[in-house]
């Protein structure tokens, strides 16, 4: 069974820092697209970093020169480097993978449970 498990979460203020950390376990043949996506307070889901097994990345543009995502291939870990926070960036994260079971099988996408992360002002 494959699991997403977030961490690092929490309250800081703004003008500081976090990192999230998500780590994939479970039956997995190969991971492919991993990403963050956030939602705060009477806001859609929004995408706010993905990054590939190539390494290439994305990040949305409220987010970019602040935040950088990385991962560990061998570790099918994930990780958000949050630098200078706002209190805009509060919001509940979500890590985002899709994950192959088999060389037979589609990619299919996994959910974390979501971290809390709470910027004041």
């Known amino acids: 069974q494959v699991q997403l498990v977030e961490s690092g979460g929490g309250l800081v203020q703004a003008g500081g820092s976090l990192r999230l950390s998500c780590a994939v376990s479970?039956?997995?043949?190969?991971?492919?697209?991993m990403g963050w996506y956030r939602q705060a307070p009477g806001k859609q889901r929004e995408l706010v970093a993905t990054i590939f097994s190539s390494g290439t990345t994305n990040y949305a543009d409220s987010v970019r020169d602040r935040f950088f995502v990385s991962r560990d291939n061998a570790a099918n870990t994930i990780y958000l480097q949050m630098n200078n926070l706002k209190p805009e960036d509060t919001a509940i994260y979500y890590c985002n993978a899709d994950i192959k079971y088999s060389w037979y099988s589609t990619f299919n996408e996994h959910w974390g449970q979501g971290i809390q992360v709470t910027v004041s002002s």
């Open positions: 479970g039956n997995i043949f190969s991971v492919t697209g």
